[in-house]
């Protein structure tokens, strides 16, 4: 049981490029959710999903796209990276909503664009 | 808005120390409230959890009383350990269920033996 997953570990783009994050969960969880952290700013979420086929913007969308094609994935694709998304992005998933439902995270991805 | 406000770190303690990190939140309706650990190279965990007025969460020997009055969400802990050397991170979930988590800054945790 490996939980929660992240692919790749490390990235470094330029200005420009194009890149997708994986996160993959075994544990047959309905919501996922994409968030970035940066230094002195906690955790912030950018994209999130209540179940297959379904994403939702969070707190900061701009410059990226999801999808949720199955049910354990969710993909995060920047598109045209800028030295504004230099950042450490964490996957995180959870059974349902409410506050009794738990998210777990995954070990994160750092990505850098120069 | 919704928003959680931690103490600035980092914060630094010898072994066996009493341990307060300050939480205080902003929020509409009823939130419910959260501290998360991170520890180096790592994902966050949950460390414990509150949803409603005077609760208190536990965990590992660390506490959080749930304050409406005060809006605040402290964690303590009355002995620390080098192990527990990580990043805080206090968050809200507001009265939805939606699951989004707001989160707090963070902050260091430094013990020394």
């Known amino acids: 049981n490996a939980g929660v997953t992240q692919t790749p570990k490390f990235r470094v783009l330029k200005t420009g490029q194009s890149m997708t994050l994986l996160c993959a969960q075994d544990?047959?969880?309905?919501?996922m959710y994409w968030y970035r952290q940066d230094p002195g700013m906690g955790l912030r979420l950018i994209h999130y999903?209540?179940?297959?086929?379904?994403?939702a913007k969070g707190e900061v969308p701009d410059g990226y796209n999801v999808s949720r094609l199955k049910k354990q994935n969710f993909l995060l694709g920047l598109e045209s990276a800028a030295p504004s998304q230099t950042s450490v992005y964490f996957c995180?998933?959870?059974?349902?909503?409410?506050?009794?439902?738990?998210?777990?995270f995954g070990p994160g991805t750092r990505l850098t664009v120069t | 808005g919704n928003s959680v406000t931690q103490m600035e770190g980092p914060v630094t303690l010898s072994e066996e120390a009493f341990l307060t990190i300050n939480c205080t939140y902003t929020?509409?309706?009823?939130?419910?409230l959260f501290w998360y650990v991170q520890y180096p190279g790592e994902g966050l965990q949950l460390l414990l959890k509150?949803?409603?007025?005077?609760d208190k969460g536990s965990n590992k020997g660390f506490e959080a009383t749930y304050r409406k009055e005060t809006t605040s969400f402290h964690l303590e802990k009355g002995s620390v350990q080098v192990s527990d050397s990580a990043v805080y991170f206090c968050?809200?979930?507001?009265?939805?269920?939606?699951?989004?988590?707001?989160f707090g800054q963070g902050t260091t945790l430094q013990v020394k033996p």
């Open positions: 968050a809200l979930t507001p009265s939805s269920n939606t699951g989004k988590l707001i």
């Open positions: 999903s209540v179940g297959e086929g379904t994403t």
């Open positions: 509150a949803t409603k007025a005077d």
């Open positions: 929020a509409t309706g009823y939130p419910s």
């Open positions: 995180a998933s959870s059974r349902g909503g409410g506050p009794s439902y738990e998210q777990y």
């Open positions: 544990m047959n969880h309905e919501y």
